[in-house]
């Protein structure tokens, strides 16, 4: 009988260097969200990947930086407590001549890690071959890391030898997940997400990332193929809750009708969404308006 492995890989790195791309990318379906802007994930996302001899479980950390408030340092206790508890790390970074500063921060978090970690190179399609040569040289007198992969998440280049090496690490186990569950994260989490992202995509860099969305009700009509869902976008600053509803209501609008159709698409029924918009003022900092948006620090060990 052929063994089965299983095991859990942990996706890190600095804010922004295409993680959620990446696991999006493996996965083959869309679980986390992504934005050019850093700091977009700001809970460990679990999405699953079986195949007929393995299954691995991927863990999308939020960006490792110097946190500024309270809901960084969440962020950060989140993606560090991880590095013990899988049996893979991925540190992902962009191939920069130098070595960026969040870069090495990020490696000195690694020093007392006793998992094998892996270096992704991601974005290898913005250099050339001469180039990458010399950042795997750079990097790998940095830290003894056990492998070194150039990608491009984006493009998909490399992905699959990739997935190979992540293969060799992976012990022989059971499977945890049922073979067509693609993420554990809990339909209301993801529908949430689904909005932030729009946010992000569509408010560009008017707002900063000053934005938390919370489910106030999520039920399926009676005898009907639809969902309602009612939604609140919360903002730090009077400011900011006019930029994000927009001239008679446009821009409110237009995240809600993008979002809609992700979550059609997601839950497999229609969708009738309602959008609010609040103002609470330095929610990032509050520990109790923090849990109230998922982000318990309970839930950390």
């Known amino acids: ?85 899988v049996d893979l790390v991925l540190l992902l970074i962009e191939p920069t001549e130098k070595v960026v500063e969040m870069d090495q921060y990020v490696i000195d978090r690694l020093a007392n890690v006793k998992t094998p970690v892996v270096l992704v190179i991601n974005k290898i399609d913005t250099i050339e071959r001469e180039k990458l040569l010399e950042i795997i040289e750079t990097y790998s007198k940095l830290y003894p890391f056990t492998e070194v992969v150039p990608i491009s998440a984006i493009k998909g280049s490399n992905t699959q030898e990739l997935m190979q090496v992540i293969k060799k690490y992976l012990p022989e186990g059971p499977q945890y997940f049922p073979g067509d569950m693609v993420t554990d994260q809990p339909e209301r989490q993801i529908v949430s997400e689904i909005i932030r992202e729009k946010s992000l995509y569509l408010l560009q860099d008017e707002i900063p990332h000053g934005i938390a969305v919370e489910i106030m009700s999520m039920k399926k009509r009676e005898n009907q193929d639809m969902v309602d869902v009612e939604a609140t976008i919360y903002c730090e600053k009077d400011s900011h809750k006019g930029i994000i509803i927009g001239k008679q209501g446009a821009m409110l609008k237009k995240i809600g009708s993008q979002a809609r159709r992700d979550m059609e698409r997601l839950l497999g029924s229609s969708i009738y969404l309602q959008l609010w918009v609040k103002v609470k003022k330095d929610w990032r900092d509050s520990d109790f308006l923090l849990k109230n948006f998922g982000y318990d620090k309970r839930n950390i060990r």
């Open 1 to 85: 009988m052929k063994k089965f492995h299983s095991g859990f890989v942990a996706l890190i790195g600095r804010p922004n260097v295409g993680k959620s791309t990446l696991m999006n990318c493996l996965i083959g379906e869309k679980i986390a969200i992504t934005s050019h802007k850093p700091q977009t994930t700001r809970n460990k996302i679990t999405s699953i990947l079986t195949k007929e001899d393995f299954q691995c479980v991927f863990l999308d950390t939020p960006g490792i930086h110097k946190p500024k408030h309270k809901l960084g340092e969440f962020m950060v206790r989140s993606a560090e407590n991880t590095f013990n508890e």
